[in-house]
């Protein structure tokens, strides 16, 4: 496991669904807050590989634009197919800076 700094905690507005390019890491990684809470994961749908920047946060889920599948925003379980998993990165703030864990 290793922590990388994706953006700054400013950068997240509620609601928004941002992704993030960082060196070292091949697919952008999204980040955005929920009721004050931030989220990280992947950017990229697991059914499809569409990108979820495009999607919307409905009920706990994030909400993909291509197909519709839906993900819970804590534990990644696609609630269309539980075979499909979003990958979903743990969160730490450090003097304003938001980081994941990568396993
Ligand atoms: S690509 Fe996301 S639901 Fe199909």
Redesign the pocket.
């Known amino acids: 496991m290793f922590r990388i700094r994706v953006c700054e905690e400013e950068d997240v507005v509620e609601g928004e669904l941002k992704s993030f390019s960082v060196d070292g890491v091949d697919v952008p990684i999204l980040v955005t807050r929920v009721d004050g809470e931030l989220i990280a994961g992947t950017s990229m ?1 697991p ?4 990108s ?1 920047v495009g999607g919307c946060i409905r009920n706990g889920e994030i909400v ?6 839906a993900f819970d925003l804590h534990t990644g379980a696609c609630s ?1 197919d539980p075979t499909l998993s979003w990958r979903v990165y743990k969160i730490t703030l450090a003097s304003g800076q938001v980081y994941v864990d990568l396993a």
Not at 47 to 50: A, K, L, M, S, Y
């Open positions: 749908c059914h499809e590989d569409v979820l993909c634009r291509a197909h519709g599948y269309h």
